[in-house]
Nanobody, 122 residues
């Protein structure tokens, strides 16, 4: 599966952005997720969603602010980010894995999209 992320940008603290990740191939057979990487830091898990969208899981720091969703008819996964904080600044990557529970370690992810920059100013 091939992935292409978009929707990043510059926003003030407290603002919102929605990231999109368009996929090709049999996207509905893959769990999907988002990771992020800040300068000088390792790539970290942010959120994941199961193949049909019935299960979601979030990094504690984004719970209540970020929402992951997917539209399999459009082969797209979304990350709605509200109440953004400066510490959310990073390059965001979408990811796919055929095993929902294994979509948490960056080293185990088989499919990546190109990143999209999110910058939150204070």
């Amino acid at each position: 599966v091939q992935l292409q992320a978009s929707g990043g940008g510059l926003v003030q603290a407290g603002g919102s952005l929605r990231l999109s990740c368009a996929a090709s191939g049999t996207f509905s057979t893959y769990a999907a997720g988002w990771f992020r990487q800040a300068p000088g830091k390792e790539r970290e898990f942010v959120a994941r969603i199961s193949q049909r969208g019935g299960l979601t899981y979030y990094k504690d720091a984004v719970k209540g602010r970020f929402t992951i969703s997917r539209d399999n008819a459009k082969n797209t996964v979304y990350l709605q980010m509200n109440n953004l904080l400066p510490e959310d600044t990073a390059v965001y990557y979408c990811a796919a894995h055929d095993d929902y529970n294994n979509l948490i370690l960056a080293s185990a992810v088989p499919f990546w999209g190109r990143g999209t920059q999110v910058t939150v100013s204070s």
